[in-house]
């Protein structure tokens, strides 16, 4: 098809399409039939394109729909017929431009019926110079239409230039004429509201807590609700400014205890911002001083004028700062420090770029002082904190409690850009210089701070750390913590030889040293069996002194050895020495930063029950050494007669069956608790010591070391049970002990009685005394009588205490008490023995 043709094409499509009365008419009608065409041509060479997707398909669905709803279905047939035959013609092109021009000068075409169906109304203040021509082509009848106006009053506007500007021009006096204010002056009171003044119009409303036009004033409604919007900036500005002035104009008094440097720092970025809104506003008001065009005014009017309009355009950028500005104020009150800084960090996550570079600046100020206290801290352990911002608070304590107690993290003050474990790092730093100035009286941590400073490339002075560097500054933690911790280990372990002051714990009061203990059980025994009011502390020591220097504790350090001291614990009525006497080892500065008081009392609680286990062990070896073979074989009563005989040996046979029981128990047990106990953990305790990297790595070995004894030697929590079934069978045993001791002491009296000096010459030496053999063997035989009631006293009640304990061994949780159950009854003796009962 060519060019010729398709004009044809366009100039009969637009004859078809005007009116009748327009193209059958005059030589009117062919001018507008000619601007028409010369239209259609303009529009069909334009790159102009709808805004919507080319989809052929959809678009001939949406026509045949709408003719079979508005009751046309042959013609919705038809058109799918045609459309069908078109389609299959005219490919590969697509129908799709000429449907959519179709379809629109169908719908033109319906909203032209829909407006004609509409009841005449009075026209909207048409133009004077169109409107009387047309009144007088219609013989000026009120109501009349000019000829070939649309139906039902609508006014066009004239595509004429010089009539459509005599329009607009008419058009902006009668809005001139609705309005009480000129637009300038509302103007210049929109500015004055965006500073927070009060103008001549515009004002604040304290009940409405806005900036808004008194109603008495005649504005058009869409111009007051532009000005409303126009001064939400005006009323977010005095909340702003309001925070500035809450938090800097106070006195020295107020401000030490409200306001502190981080909100300081922030009301100075608050100001910052409000120094360039103070700019811009000022240029604005520049602008305002210019008149506002009006259509039809001389075009020399300089362009820089500011009306409503341009002003909402202007302030769009500035609000959306100030809103942000004002959320952060709202957030932050009753804030101060890192709760301050993490409130206005939470703003930050958002993925507008004005929003990051806007929260970025500002938070650099805001943090610049938070992270001058982190620097401080890690690199020279000073805590300047005045008005309590800083996530780490520190508190009087004595040098012991340091450690563990000075220094805290607050919780509620850790902005949330620092992590709980770059948080305990940062806590562990400072109070580790801390501990070596206070408790070490060491300056060597300054060299490793300075080392790790440089190490990551910064210096031990104030800045170099900001917000947004949170990578940076975690590199400078760990690497300061990790020189400086490694500093204070090498003070602990070299200088104070902590280790060593372990091991003497070890040692001396968890009774590791079996000579020393041996020594010690023999010459303070008869002492501690006095009644405690009568044991004066000061011969235990001299006892004490004596013991180490008999044994191979002698050749250990004099300072260890004067930190082993006597301590006698409460007493009351009743008690012995053996129920009051304790060793205690003084642990000075620093090491009481482990040893605390705590601590000691842990060691002092396993030492009571250490002497204990001692003491019944030291008692069964008295017993043997009463019972030995060669003491009763030279025992007058074993050379009598049968029956006297018969009744000395049934009493020495069970009092040795007892005494083997006894052993058996208290030498298994002793062999568990000394080795399986005490060695294990020491060696766990020994290798954790060595691999830690930190003060709090040592703490936390050495508490488990504590905790692994306590638990597996049954002073637990869990043991209590146990330990009182435990505590019975020594007490049975002291109680063995002690009836062994008199019985003993009985038979040696009789010997003595029976044979001894006589108290004039005889032949014999050696004779028994007056009274006769026969009585002394009737006082014999009632004390084996007693012996044997009393062993089978001890023997029941050893039975059922030791069947107690052993029965509830296998329902301990700790895998290393049923060990002890194998090794106690490792021939299954008591298990058959209890479960015959």
């Known amino acids: 098809m060519d060019d010729h043709q398709t004009q044809d094409l366009v100039k009969e499509l637009v004859h078809r399409l005007l009116p009748a009365a327009e193209s059958g008419g005059g030589g009117g009608g062919g001018r507008d039939a000619g601007g028409a065409l010369r239209f259609a041509h303009r529009i069909l060479s334009s790159r102009l394109a709808p805004a919507v997707l080319p989809d052929e398909h959809a678009l001939a669905e949406s026509i045949k729909r709408r003719l079979a709803a508005s009751g046309r279905p042959d013609d919705a047939l038809a058109f799918a017929d045609l459309h069908s035959k078109l389609s299959a013609r005219s490919r590969p092109a697509s129908l799709w431009p000429l449907l959519y021009l179709l379809d629109s000068l169908s719908s033109r075409r319906r909203a032209a019926a829909a407006a004609s169906c509409l009841p005449n109304l009075p026209t909207a203040a048409p133009p004077r110079n169109a409107a009387s021509g047309a009144a007088a082509g219609a013989g000026g009848r009120p109501g009349a239409r000019a000829h070939g106006a649309p139906p039902g009053g609508v006014v066009l506007v004239s595509k004429d230039p010089n009539i459509r500007e005599i329009a607009l021009r008419e058009y902006t006096e009668l809005v001139l004429d609705d309005m009480e204010v000129s637009e300038a002056a509302l103007v210049r009171d929109v500015l004055y509201a965006c500073q927070g003044i009060d103008g001549r119009y515009v004002r604040y409303d304290k009940a409405g807590d806005a900036y808004d036009l008194p109603d008495g004033v005649r504005v058009p409604r869409s111009t007051r609700t532009l000005v409303r919007k126009l001064c939400e ?15 800097i104009s106070r006195s020295p008094s107020d401000a030490a205890t409200e306001v502190g440097t981080v909100a300081q720092a922030f009301c100075s970025a608050l100001q910052e911002e409000l120094s360039d809104y103070y700019k811009l506003l000022a240029v604005l008001e520049s ?3 210019n008149p506002i065009p009006t259509p039809g005014s001389d075009s020399g009017v300089s362009g ?12 769009a950028e500035p609000a959306v700062r100030m809103r942000l500005m004002a959320v952060l104020v709202d957030g932050c009150r009753g804030l101060r420090g890192g709760a301050m800084a ?45 008005f309590a911002e800083f996530f780490i608070v520190g508190q009087p304590v004595k040098a012991e409690s340091l450690w563990r107690e000075g220094y805290l993290i607050q919780s509620d003050m850790l902005p949330s850009f620092i992590s709980p474990v770059l948080a305990q790092r ?20 300054a060299d490793a701070a300075a080392e790790a400073a ?12 900001g917000y947004g560097e949170t990578d940076a500054l975690e590199a400078l933690v760990v690497e300061a913590a990790k020189r400086i911790d490694r500093h204070l280990m090498d003070v602990i372990h070299k200088r104070y030889q902590f280790k060593d002051h372990c091991l003497a714990i070890k040692r001396y009061l968890l009774l590791g040293q079996g000579d020393f203990v041996q020594y010690l059980m023999d010459v303070v025994g008869p002492e501690l069996s006095e009644p405690a009011n009568r044991i004066s502390s000061f011969q235990l020591a001299g006892l004490l002194e004596t013991a180490i220097r008999a044994s191979n504790a002698q050749y250990d350090d004099r300072d260890i050895l004067d930190r082993i001291k006597v301590k006698m614990m409460d007493h009351g009525d009743g008690d012995r020495g053996w ?17 605390t008081a705590s601590v000691m009392k842990i060691y002092l609680k396993v030492f009571n029950f250490l002497w204990k286990l001692k003491r019944v062990d030291h008692s069964l070896t008295g017993v043997w050494k009463t019972m030995k073979p060669n003491c009763i074989v030279s025992s007058p009563f074993y050379k009598e007669g049968i029956s006297i005989r018969a009744q000395f040996v049934s009493v020495l046979r069970k009092c040795q069956v007892l005494f083997n029981e006894m052993n058996h128990f208290v030498t298994n047990f002793q062999y568990y608790i000394m080795f399986e106990v005490l060695e294990i953990s020491w060696a766990r305790f020994s290798d954790e010591m060595d691999a830690a990297k930190d003060l709090d790595d040592l703490l936390l070995a050495h508490d488990k070391y504590l905790n692994s004894i306590l638990e597996k030697a049954l002073l637990g929590e869990r043991s209590h049970g146990l330990l009182r079934n435990l505590f019975e069978l020594f007490d049975i045993i002291l109680q063995f002990r002690s009836h062994a001791d008199r019985w003993f002491e009985r038979i040696y009296e009789l010997q003595l009685r029976g044979k001894g000096k006589p108290k004039s010459k005889s032949k014999e030496s050696g004779s028994w005394l007056d009274g006769g053999r026969k009585a002394m ?21 050893y039975t059922a205490s030791l069947d107690a304990f052993i029965t509830q061994l296998p329902m301990q949780q700790h895998v290393d008490l049923k060990f002890l159950l194998f090794r106690l009854d490792f021939t299954e003796y008591y298990s058959r023995v209890s479960s015959s009962k």
Not at 233 to 247: C, H, Q, T
Not at 304 to 312: E, H, I, M, T, V
């Open 233 to 247: 900036l005006g009323w977010l500005f005095r909340k702003v400014r309001g925070f500035i002035s809450d938090n």
């Open 287 to 289: 602008y305002s001083l």
């Open 304 to 315: 820089n004028y500011l009306s409503l309009r341009r002003l909402a355009v202007w302030l």
């Open 342 to 386: 993490g409130a206005i960090h939470g703003h930050a996550q958002h993925g507008d770029p004005m929003f990051q570079e806007f929260m970025g600046r500002l938070l650099r100020r805001v943090c610049s002082p938070l992270f001058e206290m982190v620097h401080s801290w890690v690199l020279e352990g000073e805590l300047e904190d005045v």
């Open 426 to 445: 940062i806590l562990r730093t400072g109070k580790s210089i801390n501990f070596l100035r206070v408790c070490c009286d060491d300056n060597g941590w």
């Open 454 to 465: 440089a190490y990551v490339g910064t210096t031990t002075s104030r800045g170099g750390l």
């Open 579 to 595: 129920d009051v006497f304790s060793l205690e080892y003084d642990a000075r500065v620093p090491l009481d930063t482990v040893f």
């Open 777 to 797: 063997i009737q006082l014999a035989g009632e004390l084996f009588r007693k012996m044997g009631e009393d062993l089978d006293s001890i023997a029941k009640d």
